[in-house]
T-cell receptor, first 106, second 113 residues
Framework: GEDVEQSLFLSVREGDSSVINCTYT??????LYWYKQEPGAGLQLLTY?????DMKQDQRLTVLLNKKDKHLSLRIADTQTGDSAIYFC??????FGAGTRLTVKP | SQTIHQWPATLVQPVGSPLSLECTVE??????LYWYRQAAGRGLQLLFY??????ISSEVPQNLSASRPQDRQFILSSKKLLLSDSGFYLC????????????FGAGTRLSVL
């Protein structure tokens, strides 16, 4: 089947940059999204990018989109302990990746 | 402002018992509504979505059903729960015809024993 793929785990030190990668499948997806899930809670939209863009920056967050390779990434600059969570990428067709658990060590 | 309510937060049910999870949205009209399941260590699986009252699309065959009796009410049901129905159930809504940004409820942790 067609899956949105993400690595399951990422561990970084506080203050470092985090890069979470995603490979998606639907080349017609109008938007691509990053959601954040804190323990025991629902998902919250973190950011999204329109498919005709290749980069979007929002404070500490940078989203890069490579449509040719169907690759999406989320970079978090100056990662803080409060950034520890599970990060999901998603397509417009409501297909989500399995989520990347980001652990930030002090 | 819009809010989404989902209850109960946790539920422990025996195998073979019925299930009813409720989700309501406030502050918007004619939303798209969704039910997802998040199994332990796995991603989100879309179970049902609805674009209007009485309109339900099922994404995967399963032991569950959904209903939308009112514009902003979405219910997930089962007549007889299976062990494999255990998981974290999330309700979400999005603006009809918009950018499909989804707004999630706090989730229901269901344990079937």
């Amino acid at each position: 089947g067609e899956d949105v793929e993400q690595s399951l785990f990422l561990s970084v030190r506080e203050g470092d940059s985090s890069v979470i990668n995603c490979t998606y499948t639907d080349s017609s997806s109008t938007y691509l999204y990053w959601y954040k899930q804190e323990p025991g809670a629902g998902l919250q939209l973190l950011t999204y990018i329109f498919s005709n863009m290749d980069m979007k920056q929002d404070q500490r967050l940078t989203v890069l989109l490579n449509k040719k390779d169907k690759h999406l990434s989320l970079r978090i600059a100056d990662t803080q302990t409060g950034d520890s969570a599970i990060y999901f990428c998603a397509e417009s067709n409501m297909r989500f990746g399995a989520g990347t658990r980001l652990t930030v060590k002090p | 402002s819009q809010t989404i309510h989902q209850w109960p937060a946790t539920l422990v049910q025996p195998v073979g018992s019925p299930l009813s999870l409720e989700c309501t949205v406030e502050g918007t009209s004619n939303p798209n509504l969704y039910w997802y399941r998040q199994a332990a260590g796995r991603g989100l699986q879309l179970l049902f979505y609805s674009v209007g009252i009485g309109q339900i699309s099922s994404e995967v065959p399963q032991n569950l059903s959904a209903s939308r009796p009112q514009d902003r009410q979405f219910i997930l049901s089962s007549k007889k729960l299976l062990l494999s129905d255990s998981g974290f159930y999330l309700c979400a809504w999005s603006v009809s015809g918009g950018r499909n940004i989804q707004y999630f409820g706090a989730g229901t942790r269901l344990s079937v024993l």
